[in-house]
T-cell receptor, first 114, second 113 residues
Framework: AQSVTQPDIHITVSEGASLELRCNYSYGATPYLFWYVQSPGQGLQLLLKYFSGDTLVQGIKGFEAEFKRSQSSFNLRKPSVHWSDAAEYFCAVVRPGGGNKLTFGTGTQLKVEL | DTGVSQDPRHKITKRGQNVTFRCDPISEHNRLYWYRQTLGQGPEFLTYFQNEAQLEKSRLLSDRFSAERPKGSFSTLEIQRTEQGDSAMYLC???????????FGDGTRLSIL
């Protein structure tokens, strides 16, 4: 079945440390790829997107993500985490020709220790 | 760009009652989406509109659910005869085109007593 996997349910990092959140997808063709962030009780904010082209994409708030076709992955990274980055992070995909509906992973809850 | 607006933010109701939520998309966006998010899960697609046409509905959208976008602007999502399992966050999103990212509102949290 076509799906999005975020293998880490919870991650804790110290403020100032680097961060990598994993995302894998299983689709026949390369989908459009997204990362969203959600603070408690809020909607989702788009961090970055990949449609095609350069496989390293830059987003807001200092985040970046790298698309690796060979690994069917789209991992999110940040070199130095701030306490305000504590939130839930969702990887999502749109299957080309799939009506632009997003399929989300189950999310990774990020905790930042001061 | 005032963002996607959803009303109400919270709704508490008794089982069996009907509820209606409203979503106002970003003004120039012709695509509007509804998602449902339960605790500890990612959002799940319910339905989407292009202008006033409802183009796709998920199997999650039982016959108790109905969505409309009568003039191609705001949309409403109605749940009839609510059940405990309907308790969730209902999220609305909009986009300007097929290949453009979706922008989300803050959601309506529904609690069924």
């Amino acid at each position: 079945a076509q799906s999005v996997t975020q293998p880490d349910i919870h991650i804790t990092v110290s403020e100032g440390a680097s961060l990598e959140l994993r995302c894998n997808y299983s689709y026949g063709a390369t989908p459009y790829l997204f990362w969203y962030v959600q603070s408690p009780g809020q909607g989702l904010q788009l961090l970055l997107k990949y449609f095609s082209g350069d496989t390293l994409v830059q987003g807001i708030k200092g985040f970046e993500a790298e698309f690796k076709r060979s690994q069917s992955s789209f991992n999110l990274r940040k070199p130095s985490v701030h306490w305000s980055d504590a939130a839930e992070y969702f990887c999502a995909v749109v299957r080309p020709g799939g009506g632009n509906k997003l399929t989300f992973g189950t999310g990774t809850q990020l905790k930042v220790e001061l | 760009d005032t963002g996607v607006s959803q009303d109400p933010r919270h709704k508490i109701t008794k089982r069996g009652q009907n509820v209606t939520f409203r979503c106002d998309p970003i003004s120039e966006h012709n695509r509007l989406y509804w998602y449902r998010q339960t605790l500890g899960q990612g959002p799940e697609f319910l339905t989407y509109f292009q202008n006033e046409a409802q183009l796709e509905k998920s199997r999650l959208l039982s016959d108790r659910f109905s969505a409309e976008r009568p003039k191609g602007s705001f949309s409403t999502l109605e749940i009839q005869r609510t059940e405990q399992g309907d308790s969730a966050m209902y999220l609305c999103a909009s986009s300007s085109d097929t290949n453009q990212p979706q922008h989300f509102g803050d959601g309506t949290r529904l609690s069924i007593l």
